[in-house]
């Protein structure tokens, strides 16, 4: 009897304790709600693109000798404008000289071996014209002229050569401009190719400036800019963006930007401080946290919340530029949705989520 009561209340406790044992199989397969830091997207605020630079010179060339040597003279300095075919400087040309004249002292007798060799090529075809030299002498004696003439051909060659030099111991501008640079001084020893001075085209000229990733992506060449030297705000010309540099400097990372000004007033002098402003940016960008942003699958893509419901969805965006821990996002997201900026890599599509709070 007393066994039979002990069966009945264990029979009891697993009928009682079933109920409890589905509850806790059903919860664990119910999705778990995640907490979730959150950001509400804004747009940042329009940007004024305002940049100092720098005037310079679009066209610029440098000068250098085609031959080595001590430079003896210098007749121009930095700041003199020149006029086309104006003399600039000059070598040492004693050595030069003394190889010109040893070129000619070669080519004359180049030219006196030619003439023997011709006349006596003459003699040997007469005797052989009246039978009384062999053919094979007549044939040496035409390719000892027909030699003699090549010795000629080349002396006279070695003579323009040495001429050539001579000319170019001396630098003569090729165009009007202004001297920017000197490079080497009077007396120094420079080698056949060193540059020696820069003359620059001062009628077309640059304002060269440096901008930030962020403002590079916006600028594209053909946009206006409002130009004026620093120190004259009044005096505004309008320049066009003409060129960016492909790529980032390594040290500041920023991109050089050079906006032309055709027809510069005399205030935009080469090497003055100017200021560049190209306006605003508009309405500004959406920007996330480079922590909100999932890339999976070969695309990029943000947890979007819905507040109403708390679930979160996965959106495809497109990226803009980033600087400072955050990206703008050009296409995908508009001002006032929340966004989820931590954890994104654990969501799933349509998963609940709660609130943690708004990152500041």
Known sequence: MRGLILAAITCAGLIGAAPFAMAEEVESTAPMVRPVLYEIASRTPPQTMRFVGVVTARESTRYAFRVGGRMVLRNVSVGDAVTGREFLARLDTTLLELAVDNAEANLAIARAQHDNAVTAAARVQALFDSNSAPRASRDRAAEQAAAAQSGVAQAEAQLTQ???QLDQAQLVARSAGVVTEVSAQAG?????????????????RDVVINVPEEVAGQLQPGMQAQVWPQLDADNKVTGTLREIAPEANSVTRQWQVKIGIEQPPHSLWLGTTAEVDFGSTGLGFVTVPDSAILRRDDEVSLWIIDPESESVTRRAVTLGAGQGGR??????????????????????DGQNVRLEGQEQ
């Open 162 to 164: 040495a001429q050539d």
């Open 188 to 204: 120094q020893l420079v080698a056949a190719g060193q540059p020696v001075l820069t003359i620059a085209n001062p009628d077309v």
């Open 327 to 348: 990206t703008a996002i050009t296409e995908g997201l508009e001002p006032g949705e929340y966004v989820a900026i931590a954890g994104v890599h654990v969501l799933q």
